[in-house]
């Protein structure tokens, strides 16, 4: 067990350098002497989300490789071997964010906020999620809540105001919508009283409001 946790501590060394494939090596090195071995199944996950492409390497180090689904599958295994540990299911919810995978990210969120509760930064991403998914009340909460636990940060406040500008917008749309069907109405009114002296077989179906009233 020490051999492993010296690959790790190693890995976990070349990590912070950005030397990406000796990082990996050692990871996956650690691994194969322990398979159980939560951190570096995390650590390795870590490092295929984050590595860049060989033209994007600022580092002297051997380029690593992106690799998004081996990410996903390293991440949930060291979940899955490490129920308690916080910052797998925040990275999980990061890899989902970046997939554009809405509803995974904000359900990995929500299962880190059941280990670490007063986390301002979780709140926050998890209501970024909801606020990209149209659930805007369930999005101002998780701004408000994290304010509520860190006042001086900046990003839920950001995306609060992105929030509430949204709402005016859709607020506006609304009020527009309600004027159009207002004139509908009373176009049908005054289609209806010009139509009341004609003979019956004009039909009163004819009132339709025209197709520039409807809603797109």
Do not use: K
Not at 118 to 144: I, K, T, Y
Request: proline share 6%; with cysteine.
């Amino acid at each position: 067990p020490y051999e492993a946790t010296f690959h790790l501590n190693l890995g976990a060394l070349y990590h912070d350098q950005d030397c990406w494939a000796e990082a990996e090596q050692r990871y996956r090195r650690a691994i194969e002497l322990r398979p159980n071995f939560a951190l570096a199944w995390s650590n390795l996950g870590d490092l295929l989300r984050q590595a860049p492409a060989p033209a994007e390497s600022g580092s002297a180090c051997a380029p690593g490789q992106r690799d998004l689904p081996a990410a996903i599958a390293a991440l949930e295994q060291a979940a899955t071997l490490d129920p308690t540990n916080v910052e797998t299911r925040f990275s999980l919810g990061n890899l989902y964010y970046q997939l554009r995978r809405w509803e995974s990210s904000a359900d990995w969120y929500r299962r880190a906020l059941e280990l670490d509760p007063h986390s301002a930064v979780l709140h926050n991403n998890l209501g970024d999620v909801l606020r990209l998914l149209g659930r805007l009340d369930e999005a101002e909460v998780q701004f408000r809540r994290a304010l509520e636990l860190d006042p001086g940060y900046g990003s839920p406040r950001g995306n609060l105001a992105i929030l509430l500008a949204m709402r005016g917008r859709q607020a506006g749309a609304r009020g527009r919508r309600h004027r159009r069907g207002r004139l509908a109405l009373e176009l049908c009114r005054r289609c209806r009283d010009r139509a009341a002296g004609l003979p019956a077989a004009r039909p009163l179906a004819a009132c339709r409001p025209p197709r520039a009233y409807r809603l797109r």
